[in-house]
């Protein structure tokens, strides 16, 4: 039972760079959204999506695009890397009901330098 | 605006005490409350959550948490703390609705001491 899939799980950017991380999730899941985590802020909604085909802002959407092609797949693209954007990210994965849990991934440990 | 707010960034027991956790949420309308434990290096873990159906909740671990709507509270605890539950720890809640975000606090830092 996979769960939440992320991929990397580190990685290291240059400022400029751009790149996409990867979630997947076999649990058919509607809902699954991005997070960043930075040290004493929690966890931070960047965006998501409540189903194939729609996607929405979150908190923290600046610097970063999603799409949702998929119910599987829910990539996380970083347009053009900044030194602001080093956090831990983290997809997560919710059934539909409002009183089930979000899964999450191991998440992918990302530094610009 | 919806908001959770966890009282204590790091908090520090000594091995066998009790633990106790802050959460407070700022709504008018009950919401989900759910507790998340993150280890070192790893993703998040569900602990226990509310939905309303029962005011005291009992988790994974030994932990439990209570709902308490007249002081919008959703306090973590656990009577005697281990080594292993050193970890940090977050109150998350979900106001239902069509988006269905999930919205977190800023975690605690929990040590514990031998």
């Known amino acids: 039972n996979a769960g939440v899939t992320q991929t990397p799980k580190f990685q290291v950017l240059k400022t400029g760079q751009s790149m996409t991380l990867q979630c997947a999730q076999d649990?058919?899941?509607?809902?699954m959204s991005w997070y960043r985590q930075d040290p004493g802020m929690g966890l931070r909604l960047i965006h998501y999506?409540?189903?194939?085909?729609?996607?929405d802002q979150g908190e923290v959407p600046n610097g970063y695009n999603v799409s949702r092609s998929t119910t599987e797949d829910f990539p996380l693209r970083l347009l053009s890397a900044a030194p602001s954007q080093t956090s831990v990210y983290f997809c997560?994965?919710?059934?539909?009901?409002?009183?089930?849990?979000?899964?999450f991934g191991q998440g992918t440990r990302l530094t610009v330098v | 605006a919806q908001s959770v707010t966890q009282l204590g960034s790091h908090v520090s027991v000594s091995e066998g005490a009790l633990v106790l956790l802050r959460c407070n949420y700022s709504?008018?309308?009950?919401?989900?409350l759910f507790w998340y434990v993150q280890y070192p290096n790893q993703g998040l873990q569900l602990l226990l959550k509310?939905?309303?159906?029962?005011?005291l909740v009992k988790g994974i671990n030994g932990f439990e948490a209570e709902f308490k709507k007249s002081e919008t509270s959703f306090h973590l605890t656990k009577p005697s703390a281990h080594m292993s539950d050193a970890a940090e720890y977050f109150c998350?809640?979900?106001?239902?609705?069509?988006?269905?975000?999930?919205?977190f606090g800023t975690g605690t830092l929990l040590a514990v001491q031998p």
């Open positions: 649990m058919n899941h509607e809902y």
């Open positions: 509310y939905t309303s159906a029962a005011t």
């Open positions: 709504s008018s309308v009950p919401p989900y």
């Open positions: 997560a994965s919710t059934p539909s009901q409002e009183t089930g849990s979000a899964f």
């Open positions: 999506s409540v189903g194939a085909g729609i996607t």
């Open positions: 998350a809640v979900r106001y239902g609705g069509a988006t269905n975000k999930l919205i």
